[in-house]
């Protein structure tokens, strides 16, 4: 590696993310209580960098942080905060350093910030706002909670379908309220009802007298502000969307979607169904000690109970193990095999589901295909077992046990992994909620069973 390659690797460090000299410097300058270099410290960083700060120290030295940079904190910081420290935030704030906080930021900015708070603190944010933002805001909050009327911003960049290139610019240049991010023009006939969109690009490109619907976008789709933010979020993947108008119950224009929203949502369903798959819910690193343990408690009791069951299945075999010691020796390597090779299916299949390339058309073809992938693999890992038991045991018989108890259990995980969730989803159960679960104990009781049940018919 060339100097100048680790003096780029270096740069790229950085610029991107927070350095540890960085974090102690903040912390030194809080603890000292020097609110000038602490503002000097932090007025050049970004406000997702900021946001990583106050989630990394302790409460105590965040409440300090807080009133020493008095008035810092703005609506992009709080946006950029984990949701269980919003609240603590806004409480350490004065009543008018949070109306300056939350003034400048867009509407669906608001609307997520509101939507997780207790009411005193929604009521201190919505009291801080304009009578026009706090009637915007309300409006939003009366949809439905991970609708699109949640997700949507109130600011829109509209214009009627008769307009050409030459009146939307003048209009554009002459508004003094624009969004301080848009991708689209939308164009809205005389009800108000959205009849399509031109891009910027086109709009700047394009000759004055040409007509705006000349130059209406192929993608042109419109939300329903009731419709379920992953569905949205889903066709910004699918069909590349860049915005996308929200229109009401009588089909007229009241907000508009962003990717960036869209992405959100995206990357907070990715990282709930890896939660979920851990049986941990939503949780965060800011949460306290009572709150992680009693989330995570449930799952650990149902997990308790399938464990209950697994043993249950054992002990039917109690004779069987009494005489051949081998079995208690490797029948956790059935079981573990077995519960990997369910995992690997079950991750594959939720995210399937997530992104509706799993269906009720493929879903037959997918389960044969991990069926299939179980086999191989069964037949290849039951080959080595076979060897482990007559090398380590000296008995061909073991390792014929084994080597077909390892094929069964393979087999059956392929199966549940991708079985469990398809079926939990037909019934409305989320898959990556639940799957995790069953499928374990599928394969673990398969695992005993299979070998145990094996062991007793040929090796007694």
Do not use: C
């Not at 680790?6 to 610029?15: G, I, K, L, V």
């Not at 929203?261 to 965060?284: P, Y």
């Not at 094929?407 to 995980?413: G, K, P, Q, R, S």
Request: aromatic share 6%; net charge negative; proline share 4%.
């Amino acid at each position: 590696m060339t100097e100048q390659t680790r003096e780029s690797e270096a740069t790229d460090e950085e610029t991107f993310g927070l350095d540890d000299q960085t974090v102690d410097q903040v912390l030194g300058a809080v603890r000292s209580g020097d609110a000038a270099a602490l503002a000097k410290l932090i007025d050049p960083l970004h406000a997702a960098d900021v946001a990583d700060i106050l989630e990394q120290i302790d409460p105590s030295t965040r409440r300090d942080f807080v009133q020493l940079w008095g008035g810092g904190i703005d609506g992009d910081i709080l946006s950029e905060l984990d949701e269980g420290l919003r609240e603590e935030v806004i409480d350490a704030l004065a009543p008018d350093e949070l109306a300056d906080a939350v003034r400048d930021l867009e509407s669906d900015d608001v609307v997520d910030l509101l939507e997780d708070l207790e009411k005193p603190q929604q009521d201190a944010i919505l009291d801080a706002l304009d009578d026009s933002d706090r009637v915007a805001a309300e409006r939003a909050l009366s949809y439905p909670e991970e609708s699109a009327g949640r997700l949507m911003q109130r600011e829109v960049v509209m214009g009627p379908e008769h307009w050409n290139v030459g009146q939307a610019i003048d209009f554009l240049r002459n508004s003094k309220e624009l969004p301080e991010q848009f991708y689209h023009m939308i164009l809205v006939d005389p009800r108000m009802r959205p009849v399509g969109y031109v891009t910027l690009g086109k709009l700047l490109s394009a000759p004055r007298k040409t007509p705006l619907v000349d130059l209406i976008e192929e993608s042109f789709r419109t939300f329903p502000a009731t419709a379920p933010e992953e569905d949205v979020a889903y066709a910004f993947n699918q069909y590349h969307l860049i915005s996308a108008p929200v229109t009401d119950e009588d089909d007229r224009l009241v907000g508009v979607i962003t990717i960036d929203d869209a992405m959100n949502v995206l990357d907070e369903e990715h990282e709930e169904d890896i939660l979920r798959l851990a049986g941990v819910g939503e949780e965060s690193l800011s949460d306290r000690i009572w709150e992680t343990a009693k989330s995570r408690a449930p799952w650990l009791t149902v997990n308790l109970g399938t464990a209950i069951l697994a043993s249950a299945v054992i002990a039917q075999f109690e004779d069987a193990i009494a005489q051949i010691v081998a079995l208690a020796v490797l029948m956790p390597i059935i079981a573990s095999m077995g519960g990997n090779a369910g995992t690997q299916s079950l991750t594959v299949a939720v995210r399937a589901l997530a992104t509706k390339d799993l269906t009720s058309r493929n879903s037959w073809r997918i389960l044969r295909r991990e069926a299939l992938a179980g086999l191989i693999n069964g037949l290849l890992f039951a080959f080595l077992m076979g060897l482990v038991g007559y090398f380590w045991y000296g008995s061909g018989a073991l390792g014929m046990v084994l080597a077909a108890a390892m094929v069964i259990n393979l087999v059956v995980a392929g199966i549940v992994g991708v079985g469990v969730p398809v079926v939990l989803d037909k019934i409305g159960i989320d898959p990556a909620l639940a799957s995790g679960t069953f499928v374990t104990t599928v394969t673990d009781v398969a695992g005993f069973l299979a070998f145990l049940g094996l062991a007793s018919a040929f090796l007694l």
